[in-house]
């Protein structure tokens, strides 16, 4: 049930990544000290639009989600209390199509009071946080807010924003396509672009805002006249950067599609005058201008309005359409990975798909070689018959497992042997199970209802179902509070995949309770922490996560993350230090060092660490090594 803690490991740290470079959303926003008391509800009803203001005393820990039949928007919001002054039974004015009512769930862990908003089907809403407040703001469908007067409703009135969640890059006819897939047709962005300097390639770059783009990769390697994409979040929008991968910029045509946004790269042209190429579907006029292409210099600019649908040569289908792959048709539906291989070892290559795929894999000693191979975004065990084709070699699969072995070689399946079973084999399954039935009769009512609870959550979990796997796990500690794998399974789930920083908090603490030692609950609490911008909080559970022996490295690095963002450059570049005592340094760490030195001064120390850098053989991106080399030369001038 516990197993690939790693996992979690990765995922948390991702997150604590991903909460400096976005803004609050409403499931991990900070909760108050001492609770949330709602001190005054304001109601505005114009027409068909009516906006409701909860006004608190700090900032709320809420999720918002939808039921139907009927339609229901419904508000969680944890530890919460209504002042005395407010009736809850007359929140609302008089009105046809909207109804409110209020519950306390004392049996939740923290305690909810809920507001179940009932709509009619001609409205829809819109749900903002403002500061300590939240507004929400009903509408007929179709019409856009129109409420004014206070922030809360100039916030409400905004597009609801869409999300983007996929890159699809396709090369095919001395073009690349790349579609960035968005649960609505992306109409308004800023296209602009940038010419490199200091060893930097020219890039292009779209500015969309209003839209989430937490779920995309940071960054994607191309490999044509598009080196690479970047991706950024900038306030409540994103920056895509396109970065050439020749001398100049490609040409290149941006256009609305039904599925999100599609960029063409002409891949036989590079233009020569930066600032006058390219061609986009942009009806914003305003001047090229020349900025600094590194992400973090860049800021949000303008939007403007397309609405342009792409059509293929034969003028009867999608663009997005016609690059959907042939993958499912050749019956390859694994996990999509991309990989770049360089004369890397094949039993490392092995391994690495071993992560990849869950399947149990096992290699014959007599495969031996190595291997250079580039694909991005296929199919696992597609890329895995790649390498197989190319190195002649064979694999048999069955039980989840997948042996690999020379071509000229034979392998056969064992045979189950039951009848070679010695009596002192079966004596000892029998003490065993004599065993497990005498632990099951010492074991209290309370804790086998709560292994069952375990068993269904389990269940739950496996079908992604993991609202109601958390509910069968607090069930679960409800019986069973000693038992501190449910208590941080809890907060990892809470942390990781719901985004409940609240409650992460709260089932980390249960564990710190029982296990001070329990150094995983002490880091999912200071990232929840962090999250929720508690400081204190979060610099004396960073604290106590470094405490093992060896600290673990995930610790480590977060905490060094955060005291760098808090402005302490020096408590994280000690923080590195003690990582590369006990795990050497890599990448990551290293220009991390690097900036720490340049943001307090030391221009000297933060050149040699980049000099290091260029000499410690790990494989470095094209414009590192360039801006490298560049402060090098600085420095002996």
Known sequence: MYKKLSTYYLAIFCSFFLFWASTVQ?????????????????????????????????????????????ARLVLDIAEADLAETIDAANILPENNFATLKITTLKDKVPQISRFEFTLAESHRYKVNRVENDLSIQFFPQGKTPAIAGTQAAKAATDEPPAALYDIVVRTRDKK????FKADKPIKKYRQNSVTGREGLPDSMYIDINNIDGSELVREKTVGTNLDKIRVATRGTGVRIVFDSGQKGLFSYDIKTDTQGLLVVINE?????????????????????????????????????????????PEGNVTAAEAMEDSFGFSGYQSKRISVDFYKIDLHNVFRLFRQISDVNLVVDESVS?????????????????????????????????????????????????????????????????????QQSINLSAEVMQAKELLRRAKIEEQNDDLEDA?????????????????????????????????????????????????????????????????????????????????????????????????GQPEAALKLLNRYAEFYSDNVSTMISRARLYDTM?????????????????????????????????????
Request: charged share 20%.
């Open 176 to 179: 690349t396509e790349i579609l």
């Open 26 to 70: 409403a499931t991990d926003t900070p909760v108050g000290e001492g609770g949330y008391t709602i001190t005054d509800i304001k109601t505005e009803l114009k027409g068909k639009t009516l906006l409701v203001v909860l006004k608190g005393d700090s900032a709320p820990a809420y999720t918002e989600y939808e039921l139907f039949s009927p």
């Open 268 to 312: 036989s042209t590079l233009h020569e005058t930066p600032g006058k190429f390219g061609v986009a579907s942009n009806t914003d006029s305003s001047p090229v201008t020349t900025s600094d292409p590194t992400l973090d210099a860049l800021i949000d600019s303008s939007e403007a309005a397309i609405t342009e649908k792409v059509l293929s």
């Open 470 to 566: 958390a509910l069968f796990y607090e069930k679960a500690f409800t019986l069973w509070p000693a038992n501190t794998k449910i208590s941080n399974r809890l907060a990892a789930l809470y942390l990781v995949n719901l985004g409940m920083n609240a409650k992460a908090v709260h089932f980390a603490k249960e564990t710190l309770k029982i296990d001070k030692k329990n150094y995983q609950a002490a880091l999912y609490a200071a990232i929840a922490s962090a999250n929720m911008d508690q400081v204190g909080d979060a610099m004396e559970y960073f604290s106590q996560s470094i405490n093992g022996t060896p600290p673990m490295k995930e610790a480590l690095i977060s905490y060094a993350a955060f005291s760098e963002k808090k």
């Open 601 to 637: 001064g030391q221009t000297m120390q933060a050149t040699e660490q980049y000099k290091k850098l260029l000499l410690s053989g790990y494989q470095l991106v094209p414009g590192l090594k360039n801006y490298i080399r560049s402060r090098q030369t600085t420095t002996q001038e």
């Open 369 to 437: 070689g190595s291997l250079t191979l580039a694909l991005s975004d296929v199919p696992w065990d597609f890329a895995l018959d790649i390498i197989l084709n190319l190195k002649n070699l064979k694999k048999e699969e069955r039980h989840n497992t997948i042996v690999i072995y020379a071509a000229n070689n034979n392998f056969s399946w064992p045979e189950r042997a039951s009848d070679n079973l010695t009596f002192k084999a079966d004596v000892e399954v029998i003490q065993q199970e004599a065993l497990i039935i």
